[in-house]
């Protein structure tokens, strides 16, 4: 016998890294993310606080992708930012470059150190 039952809500959307600290320049420092306590699993990672969501990052010790080798529609998380202008700067200023979403809303795509697809949306 089956029951019925139905997703209400995402509780956490995690990402494969190669580097933590690089890892946390970018979610941490260069997001903003603010990082919370993670149990050990025996293995690296970092959780971040998004409210009623989390991102959790997992250190893998296999090779990732490059960007280069990824499709241009690929697999993202979307954070919702609160200054779109802001972000461009300073994805600029750290030498990072990200591409507008083609929908015309106020989306940008940016690769993290890994080359996981992250849209910033004001």
Known sequence: MTRDFRA??????ALLVSD?????EFYGGLLGLVEKPRPDFGFPGA???LGACELHLMVTPEA???ADKRPRRDNHI?????AIEAAKENLQSAGLSFRESSSGRGSIFVRDPDGNLIELQG
């Not at 209400?8 to 959307?13: D, E, K, P």
């Not at 979307?78 to 609160?82: G, M, R, S, T």
């Open 8 to 13: 209400t809500a995402i509780l956490h959307a």
């Open 20 to 24: 933590l600290d690089r890892s946390k």
């Open 47 to 49: 959780w971040y606080d």
């Open 64 to 66: 990732l992708p490059s």
């Open 78 to 82: 979307a954070f919702q930012i609160d």
